[in-house]
């Protein structure tokens, strides 16, 4: 009977260590993971940004670190965009006010004569610093998902209409024709002043790179439960490098394609038209046809 109980005592013994042991080696095992993430949460929040944990294993603390890996990446693209929007924005703002400054320091030296001439030079300086300071405003605003749409039911056909009549001076003194070829009755549950910024900011492109004698085509119609807007002009076309990028803030493509603007319109363009639950691509036929979709009153992510 002591012999039994001597077993029973050891083995009880040799269990409880073996457990010990088992559960110091199962706290090592989770402890670690777990240490190399708080010691990146730290290297992180110091804004070591491109900082990855390891991961080994696929049970819930691999998925941990797979998450923390996806969330460092998504951080590292965001501070990288927005360092460069920052560089842009610096670039940007340093032409027109080196003219602004080297015209008004002319005329107090007394270089430049206190001319309109001179004068409306700076003045045209000045809005361009203006609009580009309006844009950005509302960029960052629709990025941001705090820009205010005022919805309401709206004829996507007269509105186009209206937008290219608001352009027409400007197209003849370019000598561009305008054109409208839209269905009638499509009716979209949308802001018609961001749509009007939206179609401004297409044209406005169409026409900085239309050749004298060249067609602008504004065309609306159903397609796929969608109503399909697309402006089309006879321009050099986008090239293949710069598609992809075309809608990035401040992006400046090939030299057939540079011109005057604040860089920010298409970038505003496809903001707004997510907003509203669509979608914007550019594709090459003959020209740049950019196109945006809306969705129709009835359906039902046009009341988001």
């Given at each position: 009977l002591r012999s039994i109980q001597r077993a029973v005592l050891v083995g009880g013994a040799a269990a409880l260590v073996a457990a010990a042991l088992l559960a110091v080696l199962l706290a090592a095992q989770l402890s670690r993971p777990l240490k190399r993430l708080i010691l990146a949460t730290t290297r992180i929040?110091?804004?070591?940004?491109?900082?990855?944990?390891?991961?080994?294993?696929?049970?819930?603390?691999?998925?941990?670190?797979?998450?923390?890996?996806?969330?460092?990446?998504?951080?590292?693209?965001?501070?990288?965009?927005?360092?460069?929007?920052?560089?842009?924005?610096?670039?940007?703002?340093?032409?027109?006010?080196?003219?602004?400054?080297?015209?008004?320091?002319?005329?107090?030296d007394g270089v430049f004569p206190l001319a309109p001439e001179g004068l409306a030079l700076v003045y045209d300086q000045t809005l361009h610093l203006a609009d580009l300071v309006e844009?950005?405003?509302?960029?960052?605003?629709?990025?941001?998902?705090?820009?205010?749409?005022?919805?309401?039911?709206?004829?996507?056909?007269?509105?186009?209409?209206?937008?290219?009549?608001?352009?027409?001076?400007?197209?003849?003194e370019e000598g561009v024709t305008l054109a409208v070829d839209a269905q009638p009755g499509l009716r979209a549950h949308v802001d018609p002043r961001r749509i009007r910024q939206v179609l401004g900011n297409l044209l406005d492109n169409a026409l900085r790179y239309s050749p004298p004698g060249g067609t602008i085509t504004v065309r609306v119609r159903s397609e796929g439960g969608e109503i399909l807007v697309a402006v089309r002009d006879q321009g050099p076309g986008v090239s293949p490098q710069d598609l992809p990028h075309v809608f990035e803030r401040l992006y400046r493509g090939d030299e057939s394609r540079s011109g005057e603007g604040t860089g920010l319109g298409l970038a505003i363009a496809r903001e707004l038209v997510q907003a509203h639950g669509g979608r914007i691509w550019v594709e090459n036929e003959g020209g740049a046809v950019f196109t945006f979709t809306l969705p129709p009153v009835d359906s039902p992510s046009s009341a988001i």
């Open positions: 929040a110091k804004g070591d940004l491109a900082h990855r944990v390891p991961v080994r294993t696929r049970d819930e603390i691999g998925c941990l670190g797979q998450a923390f890996n996806e969330m460092a990446a998504a951080l590292e693209s965001s501070e990288k965009s927005r360092q460069n929007l920052l560089a842009d924005v610096a670039h940007e703002l340093r032409t027109p006010l080196a003219v602004v400054r080297g015209n008004l320091e002319g005329m107090l844009d950005l405003r509302t960029l960052t605003l629709a990025e941001a998902g705090h820009l205010q749409l005022v919805r309401e039911p709206t004829d996507i056909g007269d509105l186009v209409r209206a937008v290219v009549d608001g352009v027409r001076p400007t197209a003849v």
